[in-house]
């Protein structure tokens, strides 16, 4: 099971963090990635860090503004959102990746229930 947290309303700037707690069999995975959805978009790949915490891979629009990071002893994944903007606005999910390509929503088995997060101008 994934469990995220962290969501909420930030002004444009601002800055957050989500959590991602796993159990059970996701520990078993390959990594942990962040995908979000807007309403009406397709959902998007954020970011993937592998267990190992050697790779990790990011979308271009968050770039030098989100930084993941995991805590191996806690099964925890975290996702550090800066310098926020509008555009980030999403229902943000946590997923367990196992293979395939990185970016695509289908090389993820697990789903956590997602956290909202508003940005506002």
């Known amino acids: 099971q994934l469990q995220a947290s962290g969501g909420g309303l930030v002004q444009a700037g601002g800055s957050l963090r989500l959590s991602c707690a796993a159990s059970g069999r996701t520990r078993s995975s390959y990594g942990m990635g962040w995908f979000r959805q807007a309403p009406g978009k397709e959902r998007e790949f954020v970011t993937l860090?592998?267990?190992?915490?050697?790779?990790?891979y990011y979308a271009d629009s968050v770039k030098g503004r989100f930084t993941i990071s995991r805590d191996n002893a806690q099964n925890t994944v975290y996702l550090q959102m800066n310098s926020l903007k509008p555009e980030d606005t999403a229902v943000y999910y946590c997923?367990?990746?196992?293979?395939?390509?990185?970016?695509?929503?289908?090389?993820?088995?697990?789903w956590g229930q997602g956290t909202q997060v508003t940005v506002s101008s």
């Open positions: 997923a367990s990746y196992h293979s395939g390509t990185y970016y695509r929503p289908t090389s993820y088995e697990l």
């Open positions: 860090i592998t267990w190992s915490g050697i790779s990790t």
